[in-house]
């Protein structure tokens, strides 16, 4: 019986130390995420935020069971790598203060449907995205992943908007916009990097009400890579629009989630709020397991620009879910056009 005690003692503190040491390799990981440094891999290391925390929590409990005597041990480096990771995640919960009424007040303003998929170029379920697209019905429509094939197959949805502007690509970086509103300008210019199109484009809602428009699909961090010029560019996207207007949405996939240092910077750079704080993170990818995943699919709103309503779409086929979204613009803001009214419903796109 002592001899089977002693076994029994003997393996719980061996699992309270593997414990243990997986508590001290996430308050590593979670430190390291903190370096200014363009490394991809350290950049990367936002992305496991929400799963870091989860992981500490479930430790804690399951060390203090195994490591009586270490408990505090246990539960302070519980403590710490939950508190590094929800530092910065804290204004995605529901506990935080929100940025944007939601919805938002917007009496006798225009609103427009919008509807940020990426479609994901492997995907050949053409057809499920098709009815997505009849289903929403987007006055705005932005389809990331886009090559040939994608627009051939959603040619009959796509020709129904008055305005398209398609870029398609072989390398999973296709974009392609299309609406319904009045387009002032747009143009698909390589700004985060070669082959990786950002959208700009100035609508005009029926009442003159005006905003720039922001498409984005960069490439994501990578290990052995530096992000420095990514980074930058992606910042930049959000501060430098060709009109510079106030009212600006940006919408797209960022390959990043919003609590990241990159994102971070777009939005203070930009002047921009989001929806989505306060609220929750409304991930996006991967598809299947979404209730864990990452919130890679982002929208941001600056000045005039309100959300109405704003949800996460179904699984369609895709490693993404579609971002729906319901948004409206001031007519009264410095940004309107009364006399836009009576231009030209379009002007010539720019092109790569």
């Known amino acids: 019986m002592a001899a089977r ?43 496991v935020r929400e799963p870091s925390a989860y992981l500490a929590a479930a430790l804690a409990v399951l060390g203090v069971i195994l490591a009586r005597r270490r408990a505090v041990v246990v539960v302070g480096l519980a403590a710490i790598a939950i508190g590094i990771n929800m530092w910065r995640l804290w204004p995605y919960t529901a506990l935080a203060a929100t940025q944007v009424p939601l919805p938002d007040e917007v009496d006798g303003m225009s609103c427009a449907r919008l509807l940020s998929f990426n479609v994901l170029q492997g995907n050949d379920r053409h057809r499920d995205t098709a009815r997505l697209i009849e289903r929403v019905d987007p006055d705005i429509l932005l389809l990331m992943e886009t090559d040939q094939s994608w627009l051939d197959a959603l040619e009959p949805q796509l020709s129904r ?30 700004n985060t990097s070669s082959n990786t199109p950002t959208l700009y484009a100035t609508l005009r809602m029926g ?32 501060a430098r629009t060709p009109d510079g207007l106030s009212n600006v949405l940006a919408i797209g996939d960022f390959n990043d989630v919003p609590w990241s240092n990159t ?11 989001d929806p989505r704080a306060g609220r929750g993170s409304f991930a996006t990818f991967p598809a299947d397991y979404a209730w864990i995943g990452w919130p890679l699919d982002q929208i941001f709103v600056k000045d005039g620009v309100k959300v109405e309503e704003l949800e996460i779409g179904d699984d369609v086929g895709s490693d993404h879910l579609p971002l729906i979204a319901k948004v409206c613009v001031d007519p009264m803001s410095a940004d309107a056009d009364i006399e836009g009214l009576f231009a030209p419903d379009t002007a010539p796109a720019g092109e790569l």
């Open 5 to 47: 005690e002693r076994t029994r003692g003997s393996g719980r503190t061996r699992a309270a130390k593997i414990v243990i040491g997986l508590l001290v390799l996430l308050v590593g990981t979670a430190l390291i995420s903190l370096l200014d440094t363009n490394r991809g891999s350290v950049r990367m290391l936002d992305m």
């Open 161 to 190: 908007y008055g305005y398209r502007l398609d870029r398609p690509l072989d390398n999973k970086y296709g974009m392609a916009f299309a609406t319904r509103l009045t387009v002032d300008r747009a143009e698909m210019v390589a």
């Open 207 to 238: 009442d003159g009400a005006r905003f720039e428009m922001i498409g984005l699909h960069p490439r994501p961090p990578l290990p052995g890579q530096s992000t420095e010029s990514r980074d930058a560019n992606i910042a930049h996207a959000g």
């Open 263 to 273: 994102t971070s910077r777009f939005v203070a750079e930009g002047g921009y709020r």
